[in-house]
């Protein structure tokens, strides 16, 4: 098992459509999470740091269930400009530093 | 831009040679995380290094070494490259080694072995 999965995608939407991407960790002990976004052939870019009272940023919505072992990031209203791969991040607690990066979920979203 | 430059921007190397990756951290950040990514997938966490001593490694064997200098810009060292090598690296500069830091990334290196 992957220490971090995330839905394969991609994913196909039509302009102003919501849509949700999950992501499961294995590690119980993991510290932070955060959601990542990557342009084709750019650098990977912080969306938003995702914390246990879950938290919203304009049309982004992110939720952890330390319980379960998944956190979730919620886009409304797609944008074309939100076409990208989203990729969720985890930080488990090893004694050192150590960061997984899921496989990502690419999103088109179509006007 | 997050002000974390990587150099080379491309590289082409043969089965066999040794590459050096070049990063500088964004100004203040004491801090640089190095990554592998494959065509596809995640990147893959390689080693940390924190006030010029590496905090934390990946699954990664020895030939895949590093620096870090007083003025916190790091080096990724790769030797024996191996086809598989190929892949864009990426590194990330934070202002401290805790995970809750936010990683800043350069654009990256794209490592092409023949």
């Known amino acids: 098992r992957k220490e971090v999965e995330q839905d394969p995608g991609p994913f196909n939407v039509p302009e102003g459509a919501t849509v949700a991407f999950n992501c499961t960790y294995s590690?119980?002990?993991?510290?932070?999470f955060f959601w990542y976004r990557q342009d084709c052939r750019k650098e990977p870019k912080l969306l938003m740091s995702v914390y246990s009272s879950g938290n919203e940023d304009g049309r982004f919505t992110a939720q952890l269930n330390r319980a379960s072992q998944y956190i979730s990031l919620l886009i409304r209203d797609s944008k074309l400009s939100d076409s990208a791969t989203y990729l969720c991040v985890v930080t488990p607690n090893t004694g050192g530093f150590k960061t997984i990066f899921g496989a990502g979920t690419r999103l088109f979203v179509k006007a | 831009e997050t002000g974390v430059t990587q150099s080379p921007t491309h590289l082409i190397k043969t089965r066999g040679q040794q590459v050096t990756l070049r990063c500088s951290s964004q100004?203040?950040?004491?801090?640089v995380s190095w990554y592998q990514q494959a065509l596809g997938q995640g990147p893959q966490f390689i080693f940390q290094?924190?006030?010029?001593?590496?905090?934390g490694r990946g699954n990664f064997p020895p030939r895949f070494s590093g620096l870090q200098f007083p003025n916190y810009s790091s080096e990724l060292n790769v030797n024996a490259l191996e086809l598989d090598d190929s892949a864009l690296y990426l590194c990330a500069s934070s202002l401290g080694a805790s995970g809750g830091n936010i990683q800043y990334f350069g654009a990256g290196t794209r490592l092409s072995v023949l």
């Open positions: 290094y924190y006030r010029e001593e590496e905090n």
């Open positions: 590690n119980s002990a993991s510290q932070s």
């Open positions: 100004s203040g950040h004491n801090t």
